[in-house]
């Protein structure tokens, strides 16, 4: 099949990923926080939220012996110590992976597709840019954490409350992107023509114009997931993301802050899994942007 040939072209960039450490680096380790998460059960956990006041405040590696629900005792190694409520903060840590990993795909997603629509839109028609991107301007005028703090606010507090706020404040960067790009595809000699043919709106878009947003896109989306990620921490350690009892790396933190001189590890663990995933999806992130960008695939 000829190089030149969608098909061609599609494998010659997936043989590239497969060539970048960037890309293959960022991408295991982020299937590694995802087994983990999806795995919680089976990692020699307890129950994120089981209380046991008996084993409050252990360093990591203490070892306590617990009773079973058919009342059977067991030792059971404390691998990152507990909390000020003697939860196992191990536990917590990996189940946390799953609200943190399902917040950031969630968020990305969501922005993702209705920034595209309203970007598409805003590009093209000139009535609707005016109003758009107006109220994007507004948007992008308060700070993020700001915004998502003020959404959290007037709702309830919870999963849901928490992905719609950030969704919002992510939303005009796709926007601003896909209607950039809008702008400058609508101008080629083969859009106009296009035009001039009588090719119907909406094919335009989906079939001339759409193509050439999906790879900056999905380089933005990936900057969304991790700043989604920290995000949800943030408000979480703030307090006013999601309930103390679901357990997230920014709860958790939040929770260990009060003797984090004496107890360093209630902090110190989900940070490391916060920072690490943060840093691989910033890496696959930068290494599509490396081989999608045109620019970048030459001088690679």
């Known amino acids: 099949m000829n190089a030149t040939t969608p098909s061609g072209g599609r494998a010659t960039v997936l043989r590239a990923m497969l060539q970048s450490p960037s890309v293959m680096l960022g991408a ?10 999806l795995s919680a059960p089976f990692l020699h956990t307890l129950s994120p939220d089981e209380i046991n006041p008996s084993v409050r405040n252990k360093l990591p590696g203490y070892e306590a012996t617990l009773r079973d629900d058919e009342g059977n005792k067991f030792n059971f190694v404390h691998l990152m110590g507990t909390d000020s409520l003697g939860r196992d903060v191990y536990s917590r840590v990996v189940y946390g992976a799953r609200v943190s990993l399902l917040i950031g795909a969630t968020v990305a997603a969501l922005s993702a597709a209705i920034g595209l629509v309203l970007g598409l839109l805003s590009g093209y028609f000139r009535w609707v840019d005016a109003v758009v991107m107006r109220v994007m301007d507004g948007l992008m005028a308060i700070p993020a954490i700001l915004l998502a703090l003020s959404m959290v606010a007037l709702l309830n507090a919870g999963l849901s409350t928490v992905i719609l706020a950030i969704t919002l404040t992510e939303i005009p960067r796709v926007v601003r992107l896909v209607r950039s790009v809008v702008l400058s595809v609508r101008e080629e000699p083969y859009v106009e023509a296009a035009i001039s043919s009588g090719t119907p709106t909406h094919v335009l878009l989906v079939r001339h114009i759409l193509p050439n947003t999906i790879a900056p896109l999905i380089v933005q989306t990936t900057y969304i997931a991790a700043h989604a990620i920290l995000v949800e921490a943030v408000l ?16 958790i933190m939040a929770e260990g ?6 107890l360093p590890h209630n902090i110190f663990f989900p940070g490391v899994f916060l920072a690490t995933t943060v840093l691989a999806v910033n890496l696959f992130g930068d290494g599509l942007r490396d081989l999608l960008d045109p620019r970048m695939r030459k001088r690679l």
């Open 28 to 37: 295991a380790i982020l299937l590694c926080i995802l087994i983990i998460g």
């Open 236 to 251: 979480s350690f703030l307090g006013v993301g999601i309930s103390p009892e679901t357990p997230t790396w920014g709860n």
């Open 257 to 262: 802050r009060a003797l984090f001189v004496m």
